[in-house]
């Protein structure tokens, strides 16, 4: 027996009871409409927290999980479910997420990998009636066997894109059958290291029709959630197809998925494209493909997915602001794709990087409350725009003007617009008086 497995006993409560307390996140509180515990909708994800040994590319395991050194693997499967469910009900999350491999391990065949993952299935389902965690998302692990090495649903080779899609319907009926609000891809190993030896225009192809029978399915079955893919520029691929949100949004309008398929966005991978968290956020926002968040921080000095709680208030405000602004989520949340430290060894220490990572997205939330209610940012915003509100401004975008309207137009009205101020630090110093 493993659980119980951490030396906290209370459920984490909003600045009460012994031990650990939340000092921001309040989940009854109403922030902008909805309870926070609403608005935020966190979820734990089992992979970084459960299975994850607490090695690197130079040493192995840290952590000596007693779940994951037992004799039979499924019985070390059966002690992690328990471990799992024991946090997430100390932690009073709304959710969890998976991939198949993280709950169950991998069988001889195929027909034995399904059964595994379908008998921690029916003991998640069990444990759900007694805990009130719900499933956020499940997904597909394609990317750590070796028959994914050359990709999944890319791959030279059609009988790996079958059994790729043989281990998405067996993962998607599962969420289904679990109440699932999404249902994630995230193509780890969709895109080449050497185009020497890669035929592109076939690989988009294959994984244009992969996404679109993961849609089929998903319709055949009568799955409520939404299909999200999430982007990643690279690692473990060196030049990944999903790279960002625009280059998703291309790939979705090539294959007529633009109005099927949504976007996990996570921090991590918006910066090592080369991007902020909040242009992400923005983009996927105004494209009308946001879903969902994977909340994590990735280190500016280190070129790789470092998966960090996020802590940084400032950064998670601004991102919330972006969240919030535009409507906030609808079937998505904060899922928690973050490990803590290999050093972190001791078991409360997983309940510490959550607590605190909610608190910093709780803190996030309530600053950008105050920034939407304040819209001084917002009219700022509009005011720049405001000549396309005029006559000429909604002609132009109405089509109602061509090149020659518009030479004609400057020509006969010696037009001479002159420039006026971004004001950007005016900006950042009214950014900092809300912090
Ligand atoms: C890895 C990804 C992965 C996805 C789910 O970089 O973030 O954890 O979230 O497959
Ligand atoms: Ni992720
Ligand atoms: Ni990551």
Not at 133 to 139: A, C, K, P, S
Not at 165 to 175: G, H
Not at 186 to 210: A, H, I, P, S
Request: hydrophobic letters at 40%.
């Amino acid at each position: 027996m493993t659980a119980p497995f951490f030396t906290q006993k209370d459920p984490i409560k909003y600045r009460k009871g012994k031990g650990l307390s939340y000092r921001w996140y309040d989940p009854d509180k109403v922030v902008l409409g909805k309870r926070m515990e609403e608005q935020l909708r966190f979820a734990v994800c089992y992979w970084h927290s459960f299975t994850w040994p607490g090695g690197d590319a130079f040493g192995g395991e840290t952590f000596n999980r007693p779940w994951m050194h037992t004799a039979d693997e499924m019985e070390g499967a059966r002690q992690k479910a328990d471990v799992a469910f024991e946090m997430f009900d100390l932690l009073g999350v709304p959710f969890f997420a998976f991939h198949d491999r993280d709950i169950a391990p991998e069988g001889a065949s195929l027909a034995e990998s399904n059964r595994n993952v379908r008998e921690i299935g029916e003991l998640f389902a069990k444990k759900m009636e007694k805990s009130k965690v719900r499933l956020l998302w499940g997904t597909a692990n394609l990317f750590s066997n070796r028959r994914y090495m050359a990709g999944a649903a890319t791959n030279p080779d059609p009988e790996v894109f079958a059994y790729a899609a043989a281990q998405v319907k067996n993962v998607l009926d599962l969420t289904n059958e679990l109440g699932g609000a999404n249902y994630v891809l995230w193509g780890g190993r969709e895109g080449y290291e050497t185009l020497l030896n890669t035929d592109m225009k076939r690989e988009l192809n294959q994984l244009g029709r992969f996404l679109n029978m993961v849609v089929e399915h998903k319709n055949k079955i009568g799955f409520k959630g939404t299909i999200l893919i999430e982007p990643k520029p690279k690692e473990p691929t060196k030049h990944q197809y999903d790279f960002d949100v625009a280059s998703i949004f291309g790939m979705l309008k090539q294959f007529g998925l633009e109005n099927e398929v949504k976007i996990n966005i996570e921090q991590n991978h918006a910066i090592l494209a080369g991007h902020t968290f909040e242009h992400e956020l923005a983009l996927a926002t105004a494209l009308g493909i946001f879903g969902s968040i994977d909340i994590n921080r990735g280190d500016y000095l280190l070129g790789w997915d470092t998966d960090q709680f996020a802590m940084n208030i400032p950064e998670m405000a601004l991102a919330c602001y972006y969240i919030f602004r535009a409507g906030g989520f609808t079937t998505g949340g904060f899922n928690f794709d973050a490990k803590i430290r290999r050093q972190s060894i001791e078991p409360d220490d997983l309940l510490e990087a959550h607590v605190a990572s909610m608190d910093a997205c709780a803190r996030g939330l309530l600053i950008a409350e105050k920034m939407i209610k304040d819209a001084t940012l917002d009219t700022f915003v509009e005011d720049r725009y405001a000549g396309w509100g005029g006559k000429e401004g909604k002609a132009i975008l109405a089509g109602k003007r061509s090149l020659d309207d518009l030479s004609d137009y400057v020509l006969k009205k010696k037009l001479d617009p002159q420039p006026k101020s971004g004001k950007q630090e005016y900006l950042e110093r009214l950014l900092n008086e809300y912090l």
